[in-house]
């Protein structure tokens, strides 16, 4: 998914902040230095990976890219959005981002330090990616909207030039993980609920009630209720039915025969 869902509300937009005169003035807030959402609309590589195309294929770059359910952007050195996919296009607009915001030149790599904060995580992590130093980051974050809340896996790889020795940028990958998040925390509330039995068990061998672990002897029943939570429904064996009701033991005897 986008990264728009991934920022937090204090880094959304309102109505009135955008001017639709001025496709470049949409503010977004900062929480913690209050200050607007930098731009930078002359980066030497801005718009170039349109322009990619593969050796001898005839296949552009951002066709490849445009497949992908994945959200995509290539930043530059310095941490502005060079070009985006149409997953991240189209999931932006999903959540109110005017048609005509431009999402090139958006400093992600401000958006990145305050999203880390609000995770918890170290700032500035991207920082060592944007300068080969870590060519790779993998972290995941939430987001929460009035409607859901949303996992995501933020990846960011090096972008480097042919000879190995300058970095070109960055590629930015957002996944959303949020059902598989769910799967895992429905497994943990599953084994949660699951006690093991483990050890010796003193068990009286008259009357098989078996002694806890503050010496009171419980019946099985309501040893293993206690101890595994366990639920039972009552019924009653063939063999105590003709022990009991001896009446019914021809009937048990038909029922067997047929």
Same mark, same amino acid.
């Given at each position: 998914m986008v990264i728009v869902p991934l920022i937090p509300c204090h880094l959304l937009w309102t109505p009135h902040e955008y001017t639709p005169t001025d496709s470049y003035a949409l503010q977004i807030q900062?929480?913690? @230095? =209050? @200050?607007p959402l930098e731009f930078n609309r002359s980066s030497p590589i801005l718009n170039r990976g349109s322009d990619f195309i593969l050796h001898n294929s005839g296949i552009h770059f951002i066709e490849i890219i445009n497949l992908l359910r994945q959200d995509i952007a290539i930043i530059d050195p310095q941490g502005f959005i060079v070009s985006v996919n149409r997953a991240w296009y189209l999931h932006s607009l999903e959540i109110g981002v005017p048609e005509s915001f431009e999402w090139t030149g958006v400093n992600f790599a401000q958006i990145y330090n305050a999203l880390? %904060?609000? +995770?918890? #995580? &170290? &700032? #500035? +992590?991207? +920082?060592?990616?944007?300068? %080969? @130093? =870590? &060519?790779?980051l993998c972290k995941e974050f939430k987001s929460s909207s009035r409607l859901e809340t949303k996992c995501f896996t933020l990846e960011a790889s090096t972008i480097y030039s042919p000879d190995g020795n300058s970095v070109k940028g960055v590629l930015v990958c957002l996944t959303d993980i949020t059902q598989s998040k769910l799967l895992e925390q429905n497994h943990l509330k599953a084994l949660a609920q699951i006690c093991t039995l483990h050890g010796l068990l003193p068990i009286c061998a008259v009357c098989k009630k078996i002694r806890d672990e503050h010496d009171i002897w419980n019946s099985i029943e309501s040893f293993l209720e206690k101890h595994t939570k366990v639920e039972f429904t009552h019924d009653i064996c063939p063999e105590c039915i003709r022990r009991l009701y001896p009446e019914y033991s021809s009937l048990l005897d038909k029922s067997s025969c047929s």
């Open positions: 900062l929480k913690q @230095t =209050n @200050t880390a %904060g609000d +995770e918890g #995580h &170290p &700032p #500035h +992590e991207l +920082e060592a990616v944007l300068d %080969g @130093t =870590n &060519p790779f």
